[in-house]
């Protein structure tokens, strides 16, 4: 069964979706099952006699419904609200995964606090090793110009590198460009 098919039916079952749904004056919050902090609607659909399941996350299938589109799989909903129970299809956005990045990075929500990464992987190396030789943290966060928590990170390899960040955005273009 196509991917299409299985959303003509999740249409059809939306009447089981929103029920699911308490709705805020800002917020519309998923209340059943989820997955990572994220809702989970499972679709129920049989295929040459045997009955299987497809889960979509529920903010996925809200845009979805609201939108009557299906959504390619290289592509996100982002929540401009940053809450991730909330299916409110006006909270909702379009996006690639390097869009989605960097509205957390905007926001604050990321490891590099808003910021690409300062350090390339040449730096990020020589700071790892660096700090096995003994320098502190406060040494190498003067040394590099970047705040101590970021040296920490590095170290714990929690952040991308200069070179990193780039592959990223080529991998997965903003969505303008993914869809122009």
């Known amino acids: 069964m196509t991917e299409e098919e299985i959303f003509q039916i999740a249409k059809i079952k939306s009447c089981n979706f929103w029920p699911k749904v308490t709705k805020t004056d800002y917020c519309w919050n998923w209340t059943a099952s989820g997955q990572g902090g994220y809702g989970r609607f499972g679709v129920a ?3 040459s006699g045997v ?3 497809r889960n979509f996350q529920a903010h996925r299938l809200s845009y979805m419904l609201e939108n009557d ?15 991730r129970k ?3 299809p006006s909270h909702l956005d379009l996006g690639s995964h390097f869009d989605n990045v960097h509205d957390c990075m905007k ?3 990321r490891r590099t606090y808003g910021k690409v990464p300062k350090l390339t992987a040449f730096q990020a190396l020589e700071l790892k090793i660096l700090y096995k030789m003994g320098m502190t943290q406060a040494e190498l966060a003067h040394k590099f110009n970047i705040a ?5 990170n590095y170290i714990l390899d929690k ?6 960040f780039e592959r990223c955005k080529k991998l997965n273009p903003p969505l303008e460009s993914a869809v122009g």
């Open 159 to 164: 952040v991308k590198t200069k070179t990193e």
């Open 69 to 83: 589109v299906l959504i390619p799989k290289h592509l996100v909903i982002m929540h401009t609200c940053d809450n």
């Open 148 to 152: 101590p928590v970021s040296v920490s």
């Open 45 to 47: 659909y049989q295929e």
């Open 107 to 109: 926001k604050g929500r």
């Open 86 to 88: 909330c299916v409110n």
């Open 51 to 53: 009955w299987k399941t």
